[in-house]
């Protein structure tokens, strides 16, 4: 099952993010799809602010992963734009972070094609698509799950 919302504007995404992050309970890997400034971080910032993170959070675009304490648990933000293969990832002990066993928080994956196969078979799927200037189609669903 897919959701589909649209959104008109930056504030409707980051509240549709903020929603979205009280309605999680346990730990899950997020992996966010969609073109430079098709809205990733902007989902992270709001999902962020809803998972009860106080630090401002900022694209890990360099850092490749930046870590919080939310809430409930931590949410790990990555930004794979960078990363040229799975490999690579796995070199910087990415691995840990995809592995549903032994996951203690939320990991957000911003461009997670560039790592495909190491996400867990079972994980969400958020994608976003620009409509024009101030609107993207945001869509979810479960990826791995019949
Ligand atoms: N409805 C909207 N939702 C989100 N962002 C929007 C919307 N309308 C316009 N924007 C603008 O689009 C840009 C989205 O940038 P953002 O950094 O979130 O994209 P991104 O997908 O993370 O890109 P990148 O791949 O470069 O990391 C921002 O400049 C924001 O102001
Ligand atoms: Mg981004």
Avoid: Q
């Avoid at 009280?22 to 902007?42: F, W």
């Amino acid at each position: 099952m897919e959701i589909k919302v649209v959104s008109k504007d930056e504030k409707t995404t980051m509240e549709i993010a903020k929603r979205y992050a009280r309605s999680i309970k346990s730990p899950c890997v997020i992996s966010l799809i969609g073109d430079l400034g098709a809205g990733k971080t902007t989902f992270s910032k709001g999902f962020a602010e809803g998972f009860g993170v106080k630090e401002i959070v900022t694209s890990p675009t360099f850092t490749i992963m930046n870590e919080y304490i939310g809430e409930k648990m931590p949410l790990y933000h990555f930004d794979m734009y960078r990363l040229s293969s799975k490999e690579e990832a796995i070199n910087c002990g990415f691995e840990e972070y995809f592995d549903l066993t032994k996951l203690k928080g939320v990991v957000l994956v911003e461009w997670a094609e560039n790592v495909e196969g190491l996400l867990p078979t079972l994980h969400i799927e958020i994608k976003f698509k620009k409509i024009d200037d101030n609107s993207r189609e945001i869509s979810i669903s479960v990826k791995g799950w019949v």
